[in-house]
Antibody
Framework: QVRLVQSGPEVKKPGASVKVSCKAS????????INWVRQAPGQGLEWMGW????????ASAQKFQGRVTFTKNTAVSTAYMELSSLRSDDTAVYYC??????????WGQGTLVTVSS | SYEVTQPPSVSVSPGQTATITCSGH??????ACWYQQKPGQSPVLVIY???KRPSGIPERFSGSTSGITATLTISGTQAMDEADYYC???????????FGGGTKLTVL
């Protein structure tokens, strides 16, 4: 079955960077885009962007352009999201999700990133 | 980018029908999806391509669209359906994603 397993919680200082991983299993990693979505405490879902593991094509929400980088390691079926210049309002749970039929059908368990001095 | 708008909260009695709407001018041309999220859990896709139900999602969940409004309907609402619900649309040109602000469904 399809599984997305994310890396563990992170605590970072303002101005630092964080890199979250998302290990995929149960399907051919290159065949499906990986989306990244975040959720601040008590807030709604916020789309950050996606990456196509087959051709490295990416798209990101305008809000994060210049600050977010999507990469992957096909050999270990893992996608990565790196967010730089962290601020306190970047404190959130970060999710990876895989598309199926125009829906985000499979989600990772989420990674809590806390930004605090 | 564009926005889609949901009511912040909806209340329903057990066994009744809950209706959650999502409005946005771009919905006329784009598929809508719906997600259920319970506290401390990852979102779960309950409706995709406006009205299709993934396997494992109960039949009481249905979706529809008309003009610029997508609607999630839960028939015979159960206490277990109490959750936050998010609509989501795709921009078919840029493949960007937009989420609605979420609707808290309370089953009284």
């Amino acid at each position: 079955q399809v599984r997305l397993v994310q890396s563990g919680p992170e605590v970072k200082k303002p101005g630092a960077s964080v890199k979250v991983s998302c290990k995929a299993s149960g399907y051919t990693f290159a065949n499906y885009d990986i989306n990244w979505v975040r959720q601040a405490p008590g807030q709604g879902l916020e789309w950050m962007g996606w990456m196509n593991p087959n051709d490295d094509n990416v798209a990101s929400a305008q809000k994060f352009q210049g600050r977010v980088t999507f990469t992957k390691n096909t050999a270990v079926s893992t996608a990565y999201m790196e967010l730089s210049s962290l601020r306190s309002d970047d404190t959130a749970v970060y999710y990876c999700a895989r598309v199926l039929n125009w829906g985000l059908a499979y989600w990772g368990q989420g990674t809590l990133v806390t930004v605090s001095s | 980018s564009y926005e889609v708008t949901q009511p912040p909260s909806v209340s329903v009695s057990p066994g009744q029908t809950a209706t959650i709407t999502c409005s946005g001018h771009q919905l006329r041309d784009k598929y809508a999806c719906w997600y259920q999220q319970k506290p401390g859990q990852s979102p779960v896709l309950v409706i995709y391509q406006d009205s299709k139900r993934p396997s494992g999602i109960p039949e009481r969940f249905s979706g529809s669209t008309s003009g610029i409004t997508a609607t999630l309907t839960i028939s015979g609402t159960q206490a277990m359906d109490e959750a936050d619900y998010y609509c989501q649309a795709w921009d078919s040109i840029t493949s960007h994603v937009t989420f609605g602000g979420g609707t808290k469904l309370t089953v009284l």
